[in-house]
């Protein structure tokens, strides 16, 4: 089929379904001295990241995790402190996504900003890599601090350079030897110094951002999550326990963007090599694209229901890709008897979320890239329980509605203005991903951004 592709999964990930075929959807093997219990399928996943949700709720969590948030924050934290953030953010998020400048304008504005920036390269190769996680850094500044940056503003470039190492240093031989061996490598030169010493200065700047809001706030209208983030702080001052403190502050505003740039830049990244690789299926999505929004306007999230093709295509991209095949690892809250077997209290958790993406008895077509997974027999989307590529229960992605309006903004802006081209023939491109500590990420390429009107 000529828009189909097949290749082998990764190493590590084809290792743990190996296991699991052979020994069931629990399995424990040892990294090193530390047992990690794997859980695979469907209905196991179920079964314990819902069904059990508080059971399974804990976060496990790694030296270089702990020097970026102090164990404080949303993502690596867990019990009272990471429901009380959790709450918190995601009610934020979604009254920012209905109050005054909402998401989507948010959103759009960087997409107009890219596809600007795309022009400017005038039909010559170029590398969109630093672009696009530009572009969606800015998005979640402009949410975080209540405004885009330019390019060249020197706070943008130091955040962009402190996001931008953490993922260097997290993704390198040396960050995972620090993750074992935090004090022993701390003694060696390397990047993961300049790494902390950036991080301390990002901490510090979003705490200035903080203080300077804490006398001009308008209560009755936060225009930003840092200013509801110090609405509540005030709101909370006469309570001793409250989480409402500059160290959860900083934190979270830190995971979100640790959590939300390289996500939703290699997503769509992956989205243009796939397009470059499969052209049928980028003039399907452009005419698609033509027929519904045209050229006058600029995609809306509310011309997705019309667009049925184009949003098989971007959940294609996102089940295929697998970003997170182990999500982020968990650790019980308590001891849990499922299955036949009690997993201690503490023990670490690896949600197999890649065993559900591959499934021959979820998908039509499990192992290729290929839209008809989302499409029924008309041509309509068909949603699919088994997309679990944002997690699944308690602690699925925080972010996955705004990464949803990124994912489709961006994608389809991006094809309404270009014809995307590789540099070598589509035959030759290398679309296999490229593993890295935290994920499956697209390999570097250079490409033609070819403009249609
Ligand atoms: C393509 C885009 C994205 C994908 C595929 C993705 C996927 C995931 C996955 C698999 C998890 C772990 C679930 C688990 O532990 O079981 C997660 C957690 C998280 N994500 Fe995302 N994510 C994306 C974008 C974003 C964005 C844009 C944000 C920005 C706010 C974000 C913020 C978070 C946070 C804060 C957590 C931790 C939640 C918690 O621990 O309770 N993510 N994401």
């Keep these: ?154 706070q943008f470039k130091s955040l962009l350079r402190t996001v931008n190492t953490y993922f260097t240093v997290l993704s390198s031989p040396l960050g995972q030897i620090y993750n074992v061996f935090p004090r022993l490598v701390s003694l060696f030169p390397g990047k993961h110094h300049q790494l902390f010493k950036d991080l301390e200065e990002a901490r510090e700047y979003c705490k200035r951002e903080a203080q300077a809001r804490m006398n001009t706030l308008d209560p009755s209208c936060p225009q930003d999550f840092i200013e509801a983030f110090v609405l509540k702080m005030k709101e909370e001052r006469d309570n001793p326990d409250t989480e409402y403190n500059f160290d959860n502050l900083v934190s979270v505003v830190w995971n979100m963007f640790s959590a939300g740039t390289e996500t939703t830049s290699s997503t769509i990244r992956y989205a243009l090599l796939l397009m470059m690789k499969h052209q049928d299926i980028q003039e399907r999505v452009q005419q698609e694209i033509d027929e519904v929004v045209g050229q006058d306007r600029w995609p809306s999230v509310e011309d997705r229901q019309n667009l049925p093709y184009t949003d098989a295509v971007i959940h294609e991209i996102q089940r295929y890709m697998d970003l997170a095949p182990i999500a982020v690892p968990h650790k019980m809250m308590c001891d849990t008897e499922y299955s036949g077997y009690i997993i201690p209290k503490g023990v670490m958790v690896f949600p197999l979320l890649s065993s559900v993406l591959i499934d021959p008895k979820l998908w039509k077509n499990p192992n290729c890239f290929d839209p008809e997974n989302f499409l029924d027999a008309v041509g309509r989307f068909q949603k699919n329980d088994a997309f679990v590529v944002f997690g699944m229960g308690k602690r699925a992605c925080l972010g996955e509605a705004l990464a949803r309006i990124e994912l489709f903004i961006f994608f389809t802006s991006l094809l309404q203005h270009f014809t995307f081209k590789a540099t070598v023939p589509p035959e030759e491109l290398d679309t296999t991903p490229k593993d890295c500590s935290f994920g499956r990420i697209p390999r570097t390429y250079e490409c033609y951004a070819i403009p249609r009107k």
């Design 1 to 154: 089929m000529s828009n189909t592709w097949c290749d082998s999964l990764p190493g590590q990930v084809v290792a743990h379904a190996g296991l699991s075929n052979r020994y069931g959807s629990v399995v424990t093997i040892w990294l090193a001295n530390t047992p990690v219990v794997i859980i695979s399928g469907y209905q196991a996943l179920k079964d314990t990241m819902i069904g059990l949700g508080e059971e399974f709720s804990g976060r496990a969590v790694y030296p270089l995790l702990m020097k970026s948030t102090y164990g404080y924050g949303v993502l690596s934290t867990s019990g009272h402190r990471w429901k009380e953030m959790r709450r918190f953010t995601l009610m934020t998020l979604k009254n920012f996504g209905m109050g005054r400048r909402s998401i989507e304008e948010r959103v759009r504005e960087e997409a107009e900003n890219l596809v600007e920036m795309f022009k400017k390269c005038e039909g010559s190769a170029f590398s969109p890599a630093d672009m696009l996680f530009n572009a969606l850094n800015n998005v979640i500044c402009s949410i975080v601090f209540g405004h885009r940056f330019e390019i060249e503003d020197p």
